[in-house]
């Protein structure tokens, strides 16, 4: 089994920061992609920012406030908002391509943390 778990998410003001973690674990032989993605009520869910083999992708709507970072040895993804806006306000998921221990690969999703970015 592989489980990704999500923290950091929370209540914060217009302007402020958050930081999301996502660690990986199970029966892991490697990590391809990793990224973050979210979903606001009522809309589908978007990608926010995605890292794989050193790369970085983000979306238009992120880019220069949010970074995404990932630490290899600890199977874990990062993501640092900072100048957040309301409408930053979704379920933020974790997503990851991984390679088991079995030779299967597969895409995996988080259970999600909520951010809610108010007044």
């Known amino acids: 089994q592989v489980q990704l778990v999500e923290s950091g998410g929370g209540l914060v003001q217009p302007g402020g920061s958050l930081r999301l973690s996502c660690v990986a674990s199970?029966?892991?032989?490697?990590?391809?992609?990793m990224g973050w993605y979210r979903q606001a009520p009522g809309k589908q869910r978007e990608l926010v920012a995605v890292?794989?083999?050193?790369?970085?992708k983000y979306a238009e709507s992120v880019k220069g406030r949010f970074t995404i970072s990932r630490d290899n040895a600890k199977n874990t993804v990062y993501l640092q908002m900072n100048s957040l806006k309301p409408e930053d306000t979704a379920v933020y998921y974790c997503?990851?391509?991984?390679?088991?221990?079995?030779?299967?690969?597969?895409?995996?999703w988080g259970q999600g943390t909520q951010v809610t970015v108010s007044s």
């Open positions: 997503n990851a391509a991984i390679v088991r221990t079995s030779g299967r690969t597969g895409d995996y």
């Open positions: 199970g029966s892991i032989f490697s990590i391809n992609g």
């Open positions: 890292t794989s083999g050193g790369s970085t």
